[in-house]
């Protein structure tokens, strides 16, 4: 057994799906089945019940699984510790940037050079909101901006600004047009769902959205799929439903033919954007790094 059973069996477990976590592990499906087989077989136990639909975890599956993500835990952190004492990184601060968040990061970056003998900055793009808490507690990342949900147990959150959301319509839909959209107004059209895990936040505020706004549209899960990959547009450009989701890069769908984005005019349609690093820092880097974030929002300076 290695580290990429225990790494295969957990995110199979997270997703219910070796397809999917296959796509998450970005390997493809035989070794990913292989590597859980070999596990089961060393472990003596059944990890999964297959089926149609996908994988179930078994009793012993989900007894297991607990201790596979603090083995998990456990090796990240020694990899992280041996990557700093291998090199000298006294001088770097590692920042992970959530999904269409190049806007923030960039103004700090601005800011940051204004400073001498300012800190380097490393660049992580985060694929998913559970990323960032265990990427600055393995100490993988000095600082986060992202959305919501953050371990404030372990972690400083400063949240720096209000997020709307955007209605991911056909181009030709009669309310591509609008400068501003109420939610109300889409409640004919199919509500496309991307997975959960990538912005549990975003997700989670959709649905309360539509729950306190007394609106019932049909929802259709998307898998693999979602405003953020071409896989989605293509859905909502052949006129399957419309996305609600949160702001995209301006190289990718702003210009993108086919769709149309609109904002939601609802007060209650925006996340915050946040951000995060970890409780009594004492890195000089990191430390300047923050005082330029303060520098770009005053306004929202934590101490």
Same mark, same amino acid.
């Given at each position: 057994?290695?580290?990429?059973?225990?790494?295969?069996? &957990?995110?199979?477990?997270?997703?219910?799906? !070796?397809?999917? $976590?296959?796509?998450? =592990?970005?390997?493809?499906?035989?070794?990913?089945?292989? @590597?859980?087989?070999?596990?089961?077989?060393?472990?003596?136990?059944?990890?999964?019940?297959?089926?149609?639909?996908?994988?179930?975890?078994?009793?012993?599956?989900?007894?297991?699984?607990?201790? $596979?993500?603090? =083995?998990?835990?456990?090796?990240?952190?020694?990899? #992280?510790?041996?990557?700093?004492?291998?090199?000298?990184?006294?001088?770097? +601060?590692?920042?992970?940037?959530?999904?269409?968040?190049?806007?923030? &990061?960039?103004?700090?970056? %601005?800011?940051?050079?204004?400073? $001498?003998? @300012?800190?380097?900055?490393?660049?992580?793009?985060?694929? *998913?909101?559970?990323? *960032?808490?265990?990427?600055?507690?393995?100490?993988?990342?000095?600082? %986060?901006?992202?959305?919501?949900?953050?371990?404030?147990?372990? =972690?400083?959150?400063?949240?720096?600004?209000?997020?709307?959301?955007?209605? %991911?319509?056909?181009?030709?839909?009669?309310? $591509?047009?609008?400068?501003?959209?109420?939610?109300?107004?889409?409640?004919?059209?199919?509500?496309?769902?991307?997975?959960? @895990?990538?912005?549990?936040?975003?997700?989670?505020?959709?649905?309360?959205?539509?729950?306190?706004?007394?609106?019932?549209?049909?929802?259709?899960?998307?898998?693999?799929?979602?405003?953020?990959?071409?896989?989605?547009?293509?859905?909502?450009?052949?006129?399957?439903?419309?996305?609600? *989701?949160?702001?995209?890069? +301006?190289?990718?769908?702003?210009?993108?033919?086919?769709?149309?984005? %609109?904002?939601?005019?609802?007060? #209650?349609?925006?996340?915050?954007? *946040? !951000?995060?690093?970890?409780?009594?820092?004492?890195?000089?880097?990191?430390?300047?790094?923050?005082?330029?974030?303060?520098?770009?929002?005053?306004?929202?300076? !934590?101490?």
């Amino acid at each position: 057994m290695d580290f990429r059973h225990l790494r295969a069996f &957990i995110a199979v477990a997270d997703e219910s799906s !070796v397809t999917k $976590a296959a796509s998450r =592990l970005h390997i493809s499906q035989p070794p990913l089945s292989r @590597h859980i087989r070999q596990l089961e077989e060393e472990l003596g136990v059944r990890l999964f019940v297959r089926h149609r639909h996908g994988v179930t975890l078994t009793d012993a599956g989900r007894q297991l699984l607990k201790e $596979a993500r603090a =083995l998990d835990a456990a090796a990240s952190d020694f990899f #992280a510790t041996a990557r700093r004492v291998t090199r000298d990184d006294s001088h770097t +601060v590692r920042v992970g940037i959530g999904w269409g968040l190049w806007e923030p &990061i960039n103004r700090v970056r %601005v800011e940051l050079a204004r400073r $001498a003998d @300012h800190p380097t900055i490393e660049v992580i793009d985060l694929n *998913c909101s559970d990323e *960032c808490n265990e990427k600055l507690r393995n100490r993988s990342l000095d600082v %986060v901006f992202s959305r919501p949900p953050f371990d404030t147990g372990a =972690l400083n959150v400063g949240p720096l600004y209000k997020e709307r959301l955007l209605a %991911v319509l056909r181009e030709d839909h009669p309310l $591509a047009s609008r400068k501003t959209v109420r939610l109300r107004e889409l409640a004919a059209e199919p509500l496309l769902l991307w997975d959960r @895990h990538l912005m549990p936040a975003v997700y989670d505020t959709v649905l309360a959205l539509c729950e306190n706004s007394d609106v019932r549209p049909k929802m259709i899960a998307t898998p693999g799929a979602g405003p953020h990959n071409h896989a989605g547009m293509m859905m909502v450009a052949s006129g399957h439903g419309a996305y609600i *989701c949160i702001g995209v890069p +301006v190289s990718s769908h702003e210009r993108a033919s086919g769709v149309a984005l %609109v904002p939601l005019a609802d007060p #209650a349609a925006a996340v915050d954007i *946040c !951000v995060a690093w970890r409780q009594k820092e004492s890195s000089a880097a990191v430390l300047q790094f923050m005082d330029s974030v303060w520098e770009v929002f005053p306004e929202r300076r !934590v101490s």
